[in-house]
């Protein structure tokens, strides 16, 4: 069996292009802000948008960087601003030298004076405001037009702050509901689950005192765009580059090539050992109708759920677990992969596997509840996933129109453009 060709659609060009100014107040968007926290689930649906928009080679990322080591892993509910403040007041009070000598070796020990964090990109700025709205309109003439994307909660205020300060020079894009104050963004783009509570099954099932914090407290409205699951990067561009950069590893495995996305629990969606076991004996169960099967862990996956995973198949001639080392095989496995089962727990990486079309199975979803189980409902209802059973015959190719949210939502967003006399160029 060979790899079926189901890729994800090409992103739309561009468009005709526009006069970089015109009658009003028109122009041209050619460049793109990112602003990220810092984490990789967020961040990579901000570069999805982005590459979906045509503007991948012509972005700037900026980072909010929280601080690390000691107590603050227990301060990461602050506001991003008090939090600093509260870092700064701590780290005044471990620079004297005689409380340290006291208190060290005792509940401070683990405060690290330091907070120099590498992020590895030399081109990731720290995210600030000022150096934001100074870049677009500094540049403006030059470099025309900016679209701002930004993903996750320490994002929202700075996001908001700078098309407050530049509505003239840029379009401000959030990812991931910020909650209240809908009107601080151009466009808001969120997951259809995050709205599962204002659903009347939602009503029935979410605590009233809890509704306010998990959901938006109002519907939709028109600067709202709803996906089925979570942006990504993984578009046909990307897997093509991917499919010839594992070819050598990938592409002679007997097939079909079945890979194992194992997440980790979640508040919503908690599991432990006993899903592991579930999985153990699925997997065996459909052995024979699989040629290979390659598993890989998350970051987020229980050391006794992956114990139990290794145990069972680490020697197993079928079997290949990743060990973690790069280079991460994820995109060679999105390319080459005739099947995937992977965790209820991750949107993520069931948005991406959803994205190629082939066969996606999903195990653990009675595991999950509220939006989950409404994000998981849609994947059924649209034929992109189907449970894991054990009972399956893993040749069965059976395919859906790939999920193609990142491409939905760059076509919506030329729209409001285009009404107000913007073009992306």
Not at 98 to 105: E, S
Not at 192 to 206: I, P, S
Not at 234 to 243: E, Y
């Given at each position: 069996m060979?790899?079926?060709?189901?890729?994800?659609?090409?992103?739309?060009?561009?468009?005709?292009?526009?006069?970089?100014?015109?009658?009003?107040g028109?122009?041209t968007?050619?460049?793109?802000?990112?602003?990220?926290?810092g984490?990789?689930?967020?961040?990579?649906?901000?570069?999805g948008?982005v590459r979906?928009?045509?503007?991948?080679?012509r972005?700037?990322?900026f980072?909010?960087?929280?601080?690390?080591g000691g107590?603050?892993?227990?301060?990461?509910?602050?506001p991003?601003?008090?939090?600093?403040?509260?870092d700064q007041?701590?780290r005044?009070?471990?620079?004297?030298?005689?409380?340290?000598?006291?208190?060290q070796g005792?509940?401070?020990?683990?405060?690290?004076?330091?907070?120099?964090?590498?992020?590895?990109?030399s081109?990731?700025?720290?995210?600030?405001?000022?150096?934001?709205?100074t870049?677009?309109?500094?540049?403006?003439?030059k470099?025309?037009?900016?679209?701002?994307?930004?993903?996750?909660r320490d994002?929202i205020?700075y996001?908001?702050?700078?098309?407050?300060?530049?509505?003239?020079?840029?379009?401000?894009i959030q990812?991931?509901?910020?909650r209240?104050?809908?009107?601080?963004?151009?466009l808001v783009?969120?997951p259809?689950?995050?709205?599962?509570?204002?659903?009347?099954?939602?009503?029935?099932?979410?605590?009233?005192?809890?509704?306010?914090?998990?959901?938006?407290r109002?519907?939709?409205?028109?600067?709202?765009?709803?996906?089925a699951?979570?942006?990504?990067?993984?578009?046909?561009?990307?897997?093509?580059?991917?499919?010839?950069?594992?070819?050598?590893?990938?592409?002679?495995?007997?097939?079909?090539?079945?890979v194992?996305?194992?997440?980790?629990?979640?508040?919503?969606?908690?599991?432990g050992?006993?899903?592991?076991?579930?999985?153990?004996?699925?997997?065996?169960?459909?052995l024979e109708?699989?040629?290979?099967?390659?598993?890989?862990?998350?970051?987020?996956?229980?050391?006794?759920?992956?114990?139990?995973?290794?145990?069972?198949?680490?020697?197993?001639?079928?079997?290949?677990?990743?060990?973690?080392?790069?280079?991460?095989?994820?995109?060679?496995?999105?390319a080459?992969?005739?099947?995937?089962?992977?965790?209820?727990?991750?949107?993520s990486?069931?948005?991406e596997?959803?994205?190629?079309?082939?066969p996606?199975?999903v195990?653990?979803?009675?595991?999950c509840?509220?939006?989950?189980?409404?994000?998981?409902?849609?994947?059924?209802?649209?034929?992109?996933?189907?449970?894991?059973?054990?009972?399956?015959?893993?040749?069965?190719n059976?395919?859906?129109?790939?999920?193609n949210d990142?491409?939905?939502?760059?076509?919506?967003?030329?729209?409001v453009?285009?009404?107000?006399g913007?073009?992306?160029?």
């Amino acid at each position: 069996m060979s790899i079926r060709p189901l890729w994800p659609p090409e992103p739309p060009g561009g468009g005709d292009r526009a006069p970089e100014i015109f009658a009003g107040g028109g122009g041209t968007v050619r460049r793109a802000v990112v602003i990220g926290n810092g984490c990789a689930g967020a961040e990579n649906q901000c570069l999805g948008l982005v590459r979906a928009l045509g503007l991948a080679d012509r972005l700037t990322l900026f980072r909010i960087i929280r601080p690390t080591g000691g107590i603050n892993k227990w301060l990461q509910f602050l506001p991003i601003s008090l939090h600093r403040i509260l870092d700064q007041v701590l780290r005044n009070i471990l620079s004297n030298t005689t409380f340290t000598t006291l208190f060290q070796g005792k509940l401070l020990a683990p405060y690290s004076v330091s907070n120099v964090q590498s992020s590895g990109l030399s081109s990731v700025l720290e995210a600030d405001t000022k150096k934001i709205v100074t870049l677009v309109r500094d540049t403006f003439e030059k470099e025309g037009l900016a679209v701002v994307v930004a993903c996750g909660r320490d994002t929202i205020s700075y996001a908001g702050s700078v098309r407050c300060l530049a509505p003239d020079n840029v379009f401000v894009i959030q990812i991931q509901h910020p909650r209240y104050r809908l009107d601080r963004f151009d466009l808001v783009v969120t997951p259809r689950h995050d709205y599962y509570a204002l659903t009347a099954k939602g009503q029935q099932e979410v605590p009233w005192l809890f509704r306010r914090w998990i959901t938006p407290r109002e519907p939709p409205g028109p600067n709202v765009v709803l996906t089925a699951g979570a942006l990504h990067q993984a578009d046909s561009a990307t897997l093509r580059i991917a499919a010839t950069n594992w070819h050598d590893e990938l592409a002679s495995l007997p097939k079909p090539l079945v890979v194992v996305n194992i997440g980790g629990p979640t508040r919503n969606c908690n599991y432990g050992v006993e899903l592991a076991k579930q999985l153990v004996s699925s997997l065996n169960n459909v052995l024979e109708t699989c040629g290979s099967v390659r598993i890989s862990f998350s970051r987020r996956t229980p050391q006794k759920v992956s114990d139990l995973i290794l145990k069972e198949f680490s020697t197993h001639p079928k079997f290949y677990i990743w060990d973690g080392e790069e280079p991460n095989p994820h995109l060679g496995h999105l390319a080459w992969a005739d099947a995937f089962i992977i965790t209820a727990d991750s949107v993520s990486m069931l948005s991406e596997a959803c994205s190629t079309g082939k066969p996606v199975y999903v195990v653990g979803t009675e595991h999950c509840r509220w939006k989950f189980s409404d994000f998981h409902g849609t994947l059924h209802k649209r034929g992109a996933a189907r449970p894991f059973t054990g009972s399956e015959d893993m040749s069965d190719n059976w395919s859906c129109p790939p999920l193609n949210d990142a491409i939905d939502v760059a076509a919506r967003v030329r729209e409001v453009l285009r009404g107000r006399g913007w073009t992306l160029g």
